[in-house]
């Protein structure tokens, strides 16, 4: 099928849907290369590491954890994905397999994209080029950030470090913590389950978390960030944590 029909085709399936007005000029020109919509229930996997990254994948709703498979049943999440990220998107220039692994955190579409319409279309369009390239370049800093902390922290700072990152406002508005298990905690702060469990009850006692079912905490981000801040001044790295968010702010966190 060539580029145009496949734009053709695209363009039909979504105002047949009714569902062009609420799209972005981001999401339109991104989906005028779209090849199938697929739809992902609640632990289904996206990508593979190691696997051939035969498409790009845009995310149009929903969460999806990435993670690196370090070993037998060892994994590190890195990241949360959410509407508008693309999984693959190193594969448009010359990486050939999945650097990462993907599962749905919840209910998920997303779209396989035409590889070269899509680079074609950065080729063309500076400022969406300019706007992923900004989004990578964050992701980027995030990694970083992961290093030092895994490089430095003792396991209650990375524990801490992963939750002020889960308590993002963009996932707070997916209800995150909904959808995490104790074992996704752990992965995010490359810990054991074992110990994600027994430093999670030190923030009960604390009265940081409430692991009492799916009830919230009335505390949040402000404990968070001193439990990070005093684990990383320890480490002459306080400016780091003082930088993750407003000491001010505080909200409810769920803990399945």
Known sequence: MDRTSTKAIAYDRIQRAGAAASLSDRDHQILQFKKKQLSYEEGENLVKQGAFAAQVLYIQSGLARIFLQTGPRKQISVRVAGPGSF???????GQETYSYSAVALKKLQACMIHKEGLRELLDENGTLAREITAEHLRDERHLFAIISVLSHQQMRGKLAHALLYLSRDSFREEDIFLHLTRQDLASFAAITTESA????????????????????????????????GKAEATKHQGSFALSLCN????????LP
């Open 87 to 93: 999984l693959g998107f190193s594969s448009l220039y």
């Open 247 to 254: 000491p001010m702010q505080t909200e409810s966190v769920f």
């Open 197 to 228: 469990i027994r430093y999670l009850k030190e923030f009960e006692k604390a009265g940081i978390v409430d692991l009492d079912g799916r009830t919230s905490s009335s505390a949040g981000r402000r404990n968070w960030k001193r439990l990070h």
